[in-house]
């Protein structure tokens, strides 16, 4: 089979996965095509500004020749396309392949024999070979394996973290045949100064990803659970993990919250336990583990009507500022953050709430922190961004705080006890 311009590569989606992908490649001298359905977002990459908040992202567009468009038939050269689109859950957490689905028909119009086709966005094992192929040879006309090759390498992005990178995390691949997964590895190896370890099939590397981040979900159940249960037994939990960290061994230190959110963690579990209910096995342990980690937003709300209550106020009509938009600190990205279910939670409870966060900027949010918490009986700390943790107890009490429901435990505890404040942390 013909090799198309080897140098020359399409990545479809330009968000916080394909964008950073799209750069690295860039750097390692491949001319890179990409494709995204949204046109202020092409604008701005053309325009060489970043669409979302990250600094290295921001920094490498300036230098970088990409190209950013709508137009799919911009895919015909490339010897790699690269699928980077979300893969969300709808409202009942059943997965949400439509946007896959949408990038595979654009593909599909324009691919040529020759061409090697990778997801990245984060599936379950089966979808590759029972959704992807189908609609690319069906639309196509061409025979995976034969014509073009399907490769499966799940994207390993962690928002906000300055020593992992698209460059430096090792990542696994799987694919249809051996002629697309050597590709494929090729492919990653230039590019990526980590291990690039090839998997036995599609749905191997598929269940990597889902796996991964349901071992993550399970370990911040974990700990949620006990946060709840030490906060009646007046127990400091994040000291016992911490005690239990110093076990060298076969301890992973998690830490409880207010919620759990992100695009990964609490979507990804849902991939897997839909994927095993379609063919026979209920996850139980999967499932409980979400309904604990979808807790802990009323479990929050709980903490300030008690704290509240310490100070004989009403949580009714009382004025409320939730601190923390986003569901990770030091980034703008809101997608399934526990924040809003906080909000919803303490509007039940008729209380007045606002909210700020300096990442976000919204009509439904305040503009800066003084008037968001100007005579507020209480506030929460719902995302850890540094700004925040540096915030004193003083600062709270000039400004008429009674009650500070810390979500993320990101506060010095004693200091705003000995202020006279009444404190709640997450299980402590
Ligand atoms: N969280 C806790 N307790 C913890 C860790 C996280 O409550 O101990 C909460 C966070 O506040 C957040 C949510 O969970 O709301 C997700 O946090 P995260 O640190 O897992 O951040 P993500 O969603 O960006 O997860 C990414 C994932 N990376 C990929 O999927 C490629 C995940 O696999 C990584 O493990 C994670 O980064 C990481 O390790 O930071």
Redesign the pocket.
């Given at each position: 089979m013909e090799e198309l311009n080897s140098k020359t590569i399409s990545i479809v989606g330009l968000g916080y996965v394909g964008l950073p992908l799209a750069l690295l490649a860039d750097k390692n001298g491949y001319m890179v095509i990409g494709i995204d359905n949204n046109t202020e977002k092409i604008k701005l990459i053309n325009d060489r500004i970043s669409p979302f908040v990250d600094e290295s992202v921001s920094r490498q567009l300036k230098k970088a020749s990409l190209e950013a468009t709508l137009d799919f038939s911009k895919i015909k050269d490339s010897s790699i396309i690269i699928i980077c689109v979300p893969t969300p859950v709808y409202e009942n957490h059943i997965p949400n392949l439509e946007p896959v689905e949408n990038a595979c028909k654009g593909i599909a119009g324009f691919l040529q024999k020759g061409q090697l086709v990778i997801l990245e966005s984060?599936v379950n094992p089966g979808v590759s070979e029972g959704t992807i192929i189908p609609i690319l040879e069906t639309r196509s006309g061409l025979k995976c394996g034969k014509d073009f090759y399907l490769a499966h390498c799940p994207?390993?992005?962690?928002?906000g973290?300055s020593k992992w990178n698209v460059e430096n995390i090792n990542r696994v691949v799987g694919s249809f045949c051996e002629e697309g997964l050597r590709r494929a590895v090729e492919f990653y190896s230039s590019i990526i100064q980590g291990e690039i370890k090839p998997m036995k099939s599609l749905k191997e590397a598929e269940a990597v990803?889902v796996v991964?981040?349901s071992f993550?979900d399970i370990?911040?159940a974990f700990?949620?659970e006990l946060a709840m249960s030490f906060s009646m037994l007046d127990i400091d939990v994040v000291n016992v993990i911490e005690g239990a960290a110093t076990k060298p061994f076969s301890f992973l230190p998690?830490?409880?919250?207010c919620?759990?959110?992100?695009?990964?963690?609490?979507v990804?579990p849902y991939y897997l336990i839909e994927y095993a209910k379609q063919n026979g096995f209920d996850h139980d342990f999967l499932s409980l583990a979400r309904r604990i980690n979808r807790k802990m937003p009323d479990f929050t709300a709980r903490q300030v009507m008690m704290g509240l209550n310490e100070k004989s106020i009403s949580i009714n009509g009382a004025k409320i500022a939730v601190l923390g938009l986003s569901?990770?600190a030091n980034i703008d990205d809101c997608r399934e953050?526990?924040s809003f279910d906080i909000i919803n939670a303490l509007r039940r409870y008729n209380a007045n709430v606002v909210s700020y966060d300096p990442f976000v900027s919204n009509k439904s949010t305040f503009q800066s922190l003084g008037p968001a918490i100007k005579d507020a009986q209480a506030v929460v700390i719902a995302t850890s961004h540094n700004v925040f943790k540096d915030l004193t107890p003083e600062y709270f009490i000039q400004n008429g705080v009674k009650v500070v429901v810390d979500g993320?435990n990101c506060l010095p505890k004693e200091k705003f006890l000995k202020a006279g404040l009444v404190y709640k942390g997450i299980g402590r």
């Amino acid at each position: 089979m013909e090799e198309l311009n080897s140098k020359t590569i399409s990545i479809v989606g330009l968000g916080y996965v394909g964008l950073p992908l799209a750069l690295l490649a860039d750097k390692n001298g491949y001319m890179v095509i990409g494709i995204d359905n949204n046109t202020e977002k092409i604008k701005l990459i053309n325009d060489r500004i970043s669409p979302f908040v990250d600094e290295s992202v921001s920094r490498q567009l300036k230098k970088a020749s990409l190209e950013a468009t709508l137009d799919f038939s911009k895919i015909k050269d490339s010897s790699i396309i690269i699928i980077c689109v979300p893969t969300p859950v709808y409202e009942n957490h059943i997965p949400n392949l439509e946007p896959v689905e949408n990038a595979c028909k654009g593909i599909a119009g324009f691919l040529q024999k020759g061409q090697l086709v990778i997801l990245e966005s984060t599936v379950n094992p089966g979808v590759s070979e029972g959704t992807i192929i189908p609609i690319l040879e069906t639309r196509s006309g061409l025979k995976c394996g034969k014509d073009f090759y399907l490769a499966h390498c799940p994207e390993r992005i962690n928002p906000g973290d300055s020593k992992w990178n698209v460059e430096n995390i090792n990542r696994v691949v799987g694919s249809f045949c051996e002629e697309g997964l050597r590709r494929a590895v090729e492919f990653y190896s230039s590019i990526i100064q980590g291990e690039i370890k090839p998997m036995k099939s599609l749905k191997e590397a598929e269940a990597v990803k889902v796996v991964e981040n349901s071992f993550r979900d399970i370990n911040i159940a974990f700990v949620n659970e006990l946060a709840m249960s030490f906060s009646m037994l007046d127990i400091d939990v994040v000291n016992v993990i911490e005690g239990a960290a110093t076990k060298p061994f076969s301890f992973l230190p998690h830490f409880p919250g207010c919620g759990v959110g992100g695009h990964c963690i609490p979507v990804d579990p849902y991939y897997l336990i839909e994927y095993a209910k379609q063919n026979g096995f209920d996850h139980d342990f999967l499932s409980l583990a979400r309904r604990i980690n979808r807790k802990m937003p009323d479990f929050t709300a709980r903490q300030v009507m008690m704290g509240l209550n310490e100070k004989s106020i009403s949580i009714n009509g009382a004025k409320i500022a939730v601190l923390g938009l986003s569901y990770k600190a030091n980034i703008d990205d809101c997608r399934e953050s526990p924040s809003f279910d906080i909000i919803n939670a303490l509007r039940r409870y008729n209380a007045n709430v606002v909210s700020y966060d300096p990442f976000v900027s919204n009509k439904s949010t305040f503009q800066s922190l003084g008037p968001a918490i100007k005579d507020a009986q209480a506030v929460v700390i719902a995302t850890s961004h540094n700004v925040f943790k540096d915030l004193t107890p003083e600062y709270f009490i000039q400004n008429g705080v009674k009650v500070v429901v810390d979500g993320r435990n990101c506060l010095p505890k004693e200091k705003f006890l000995k202020a006279g404040l009444v404190y709640k942390g997450i299980g402590r």
